[in-house]
């Protein structure tokens, strides 16, 4: 498995903006799928945004034209840049990554490598 360390969750009111940082110790050029997932108290996990092998970003649809996914391979790090946060964006904030091509079956990822999470906490 892939370490991955996330940083960067806080609280901010609604409106206000987030930039997470998830960081490893491998070649992100390996990393073939990398994504962001949340989890808010009470409900299940919700996939957020992703990076397919072909290097194509895909959202969930509560966060289109808000959050943004993106890598540098160089610093082997992916960020989520986050705006125009509401209370609903509240949730711990995990990446995910994993290191094989065969990571994107039937239009979704596959992950195998899961940071420890950050919290964002979005108030009213």
């Known amino acids: 498995h892939v370490q991955l360390v996330e940083s960067g969750g806080g609280s901010v009111q609604a409106g206000g903006s987030l930039n997470l940082s998830c960081a490893t110790s491998?070649?992100?050029?390996?990393?073939?799928?990398m994504g962001w997932f949340r989890q808010a108290p009470g409900k299940e996990r919700e996939g957020v945004a992703h990076f397919s092998p072909a290097g194509n970003d895909f959202y969930a649809d509560s966060v289109k034209g808000r959050f943004t996914i993106s890598k540098n391979n160089a610093e082997r790090t992916l960020y989520l840049r986050m705006k125009g946060l509401t209370p609903e964006d509240t949730a711990v904030y995990y990446c995910?990554?994993?290191?094989?091509?065969?990571?994107?079956?039937?239009?979704?990822?596959?992950?195998?490598?899961w940071g420890q999470g950050t919290q964002v906490t979005v108030s009213s």
């Open positions: 995910a990554a994993h290191p094989s091509l065969d990571c994107w079956r039937g239009g979704s990822p596959i992950y195998d490598s």
């Open positions: 491998y070649d992100t050029r390996a990393l073939f799928c």
